[in-house]
């Protein structure tokens, strides 16, 4: 939000006196003079500067023009730049010709919520004041504001947006009623390439040949939905949205990437959670079978976006509760809570998938019963129960009572179970009881059988 208020106050204040706004800006200019983005980074938040130098007149308006029209190479792009870098570097640099240009009154795209999101009852405003000014949006700005504004708006509001005049109101009318982007289906696939070679591979040197990954597909959304006088969303969010399925070339292209996310990214698509979970599934998918650092923070911030919670953030979500590393664990948990609480939560979906995960060597128990132990410390033990009795089938389906961490499972299990009065016999726990000895795991079982046998 720090930096969406920054851009968009540049933009207001250009319009209103760029001479005020530029001798305000020269503290800054001094200490943080813009140097550009670097041929292998990619376009982040404090390339702003790169406005606050367009409104110094330090980029030429017709290098801008160049940049916006597919001419010239743009500073703010590079080798490395993702596709969501790509989606910033364009918001940045048509605000810079704005400023230098047409002068817009204000920015469209500017959130009204921590989410990202937009409402509709001010993105028809905003509309209205370009309408009454005289000026065309951006192609940009307004893409990006139409990917945020909520689905749902009221009726005064879709009555307010039918009287805009201009081509972009025209759009935005349309965008409401049609109900915007549409959401993309998802499904389950796996990604198991197998060894290319009969030697082991030192490490991220073809790592892909070495999981078993389950992972999402989806069709995307090719140009996109059309508007009323046959507008299309900028390329950058239509690229933003392209088509995802696991494949060796996708492996290649996800490690090569400079991934170093920020909330920003979530902020472009604060509808479209399940198609954000989708297109990140393989760095959620590292923090539990490479043991990677970092991705499960970003969870709690999916879960807390809009649109539907489907098989993709579900996927995200057990990926995060099998990573490796302790706050990335914290980060599933939140999620987990958050979806359980707004009723997004599909115990038995995000269940079934941690049990094949673990049968697959994906998900650790060990590293399951810590972040299920955590969450039910909450108090949450039927949301737990709903998962763990999902998972288990599966798990000892496939699994032998030397598992690590198995007994270990049962147990919490056993305790949920007890505590939200669960009953109703499960085949695979009762096979598990009923082999012979006296092991930890065959104890656990008996036990679990047993409460729920009431």
């Given amino acids: 939000m720090v930096f969406e208020r920054a851009l968009d106050g540049l933009v207001r204040q250009a319009h209103r006196d760029r001479a005020a706004l530029l001798e305000a800006l020269e503290p800054v200019r ?123 708006a009221a009726p005064e509001v879709l009555r307010a947006a039918e009287g805009l005049t201009s081509r972009a109101g025209r759009w935005l009318a349309h965008w409401l009623r049609t109900g915007g982007l549409p959401g993309q ?15 082991g591979h ?46 060796v070339s996708r492996a290649r292209k996800v490690y090569d990437w400079a991934w170093r996310p920020i909330p920003h990214w979530i902020a472009m698509l604060p509808w479209h959670r399940e198609e954000l979970a989708a297109r990140w599934l393989d760095h959620f998918a590292m923090g539990a079978d490479r043991d990677e650092r970092g991705a499960g923070r970003y969870l709690l911030l999916l879960a807390e976006s809009g649109g539907p919670a489907g098989l993709a953030l579900h996927l995200a979500v057990a990926y995060g509760l099998g990573a490796r590393h302790a706050e990335d664990r914290t980060g599933a948990v939140d999620a987990l809570l958050v979806l359980a609480a707004r ?6 979906l995000l269940g079934r998938e941690l049990g094949e995960l673990m049968a697959r ?29 999902a998972a288990l089938p599966g798990l000892l389906g496939a699994a032998d009572s030397s598992v690590r961490g198995l007994g270990d499972l049962l147990a919490l299990a056993t305790e949920c179970a007890r505590r939200t009065r669960a009953r109703g016999p499960m085949a695979e726990v009762t096979a598990m009881a009923e082999r012979g000895g006296s092991g930890r795991v065959v104890k656990e079982a008996r036990a679990l059988r047993d409460v729920l046998a009431g």
Wanted: with cysteine; proline share 8%.
């Fill in 30 to 152: 001094r200490t943080n003079p813009w140097r550009g983005t670097g041929h292998w980074g990619d376009c982040r938040p404090h390339d702003v500067l790169y406005v606050v130098a367009a409104v110094a007149g330090e980029t030429p308006p017709r290098r801008l023009w160049d940049y916006l029209s597919g001419q010239g190479r743009s500073p703010l792009r590079g080798a490395q730049t993702t596709v969501h870098g790509a989606v910033l570097a364009a918001r940045l640099e048509e605000a810079a010709w704005q400023i230098t240009a047409n002068r817009s009154p204000h920015l469209l795209a500017t959130p009204t919520d921590a989410t990202g999101a937009v409402a509709a009852a001010v993105l028809v405003e905003r509309i209205a004041g370009y309408e009454a000014a005289g000026i065309t949006p951006g192609r940009v700005d307004l893409s990006a504001a139409l990917l945020r504004v909520g689905p749902d």
């Fill in 185 to 199: 289906p998802s499904e389950r696939v796996v990604f198991a390439p197998g060894r290319g070679s009969k030697r």
């Fill in 202 to 247: 030192v490490y991220m040197d073809r790592w892909w040949e070495d999981v078993q990954r389950i992972a999402v597909a989806q069709p995307g959304i090719g140009a996109g939905p059309e508007g009323p006088d046959g507008e299309r969303l900028a390329p950058e969010f239509q690229e933003l949205m392209d088509g995802t399925e696991p494949s």
């Fill in 343 to 348: 009723g997004d939560l599909d115990g038995a």
């Fill in 361 to 389: 060597g994906t998900v650790k128990p060990t590293r399951l019963v810590a972040a299920l132990g955590l969450a039910a410390e909450t108090g949450v033990g039927g949301t737990v129960w709903s998962v763990l009795g």
